[in-house]
Structures are given as C-alpha cells and as structure tokens.
Nanobody, 130 residues
Framework: QVQLVESGGGLVQAGGSLRLSCAASGRTFSSYAMGWFRQAPGKEREFVAVISGSGGMEYIAESVKGRFTIARDNAKNTLILQMNVLKPEDTAVYYC???????????????????????WGQGTQVTVSS
C-alpha cells in the first residue's frame, strides 16, 4: 500500500509559478516510479511528467516541457512538480500517482499512461487566470 497526499495548488495569474508537492508513505519511496497527471473539466486525465525511483530518468509531456520540472527527494518521501510560466490552459486538478511495481531505475512508454499507476492522491486544484 502507498498513501499519497498532494499540496501546493491554488490560484495564480498567467506567467506565474506554483510548486506542487506529493507526500508518500507506506513503501520504500525510492523503489518505484512517481508521476504527475492532470484533469481539466470535461477532459480525460492527461500525463504531465514521471520520474524513476532513483531520480535518474524522467519523461515530461511536450505541452509543459521547458516550463515544468519534476523532482523527488527520496530522503523526505516527497515528489515535486515545479510549474513556471503558467498558462490558463494549465488549469486542472493535478494528481500524483505511484507505480509500485516498476520504474526504480528505468521508465518505459507505459509510464505515460494513467493505467500503469496503482495508487493516486486526492488531487490539488490549480487555476491560472488570464
């Protein structure tokens, strides 16, 4: 079992920044991949970023590349999503997710799919005003 709790969402103007955190508990944090997804009203859940357990490999969605950074602090069991130059189209509920079976050192294409993740946080709202 893995428990995930996101924090750091809020309302920000376009061009601003937010830093999301995800606190994990329940299993050895460094042994599995962690991802961020988002879901806007009326849309499907969308991949944002994923990082391997060791932190040595990551994928970033093209829509946020160059603006968002994913990181993890394995000593603190915490996943981070640093979001810069935010746009109104980034408005969504952001979720962190854990794949407890894979991704300690390497990631695969499946890590861009929400179906690869067994555990999810409750989500945190990010709203970007124009």
């Amino acid at each position: 079992q893995v428990q995930l709790v996101e924090s750091g969402g809020g309302l920000v103007q376009a061009g601003g920044s937010l830093r999301l955190s995800c606190a994990a508990s329940g299993r050895t944090f460094s042994s599995y991949a962690m991802g961020w997804f988002r879901q806007a009203p009326g849309k499907e859940r969308e991949f944002v970023a994923v990082i391997s357990g060791s932190g040595g490999m990551e994928y970033i969605a093209e829509s946020v590349k160059g603006r968002f950074t994913i990181a993890r602090d394995n000593a603190k069991n915490t996943l981070i999503l640093q979001m810069n130059v935010l746009k109104p189209e980034d408005t969504a509920v952001y979720y962190c997710a854990a794949d407890p079976l894979r991704g300690q050192y390497r990631l695969g294409p499946a890590h861009r799919s929400a179906t690869s993740y067994r555990y999810w946080g409750q989500g945190t709202q990010v709203t970007v005003s124009s």
